[in-house]
């Protein structure tokens, strides 16, 4: 017997993924106004190698060009959900290949993503990409040639 809790996390994780979905098909396609739709307007993105980037900040990038993805993936996506709170994270691990100013930054990343729930709709209201490493193994460190470290 299925209990009205375990029904909503259910199709609140339906939900999420669906978010989850058409944010990277989004991404990929380079649409801005999809991205914008899908993210709240106070949107973090927190990179690599700790940078913070604002919603604007972020879909500006799309909108210039100047971040061109040519594939993404999410996979091996936890999902964890606080419908009563409106609240859920994912935990997974994206690979990409793309570029950023010209410049190659491709790599595995495990990423935190933050959804909130607004009404019927949910939108992503952080982002937080790390390199993925084994624990206790030291990341290398990017130098001022190089500002984007190796990842596994």
């Known amino acids: 017997?299925?209990?009205?809790?375990?029904?909503?996390?259910?199709?609140?994780?339906?939900?999420?993924?669906?978010?989850?979905?058409?944010?990277?098909?989004?991404?990929?396609?380079?649409?801005?106004?999809?991205?914008?739709?899908?993210?709240?307007?106070?949107?973090?993105?927190?990179?690599?190698?700790?940078?913070?980037?604002p919603k604007q900040q972020w879909l500006e990038q799309f909108h210039a060009g100047a971040l061109q993805i040519a594939s993404l993936q999410l996979d091996e996506v936890d999902i964890r959900t606080y419908a009563d709170a409106g609240l859920a994270i994912a935990i997974g691990k994206l690979t990409q290949?793309?570029?950023?100013?010209?410049?190659?930054?491709?790599?595995?990343?495990?990423?935190?993503?933050?959804?909130?729930?607004?009404?019927?709709?949910?939108?992503?209201?952080?982002a937080h990409y790390s390199p993925i490493a084994a624990p206790g193994t030291p990341t290398p460190q990017a130098d001022a040639r190089n500002p984007r470290p190796e990842t596994n």
């Open 1 to 53: 017997m299925t209990t009205s809790d375990q029904q909503t996390i259910s199709l609140t994780r339906e939900e999420i993924s669906k978010l989850l979905q058409r944010f990277t098909d989004a991404q990929r396609r380079s649409d801005v106004g999809a991205l914008s739709g899908l993210l709240s307007d106070d949107f973090k993105l927190v990179g690599p190698l700790g940078f913070v980037v």
């Open 97 to 126: 290949a793309a570029t950023y100013a010209q410049n190659r930054s491709d790599g595995r990343f495990r990423v935190t993503l933050i959804a909130i729930g607004r009404g019927v709709t949910w939108q992503l209201a952080g």
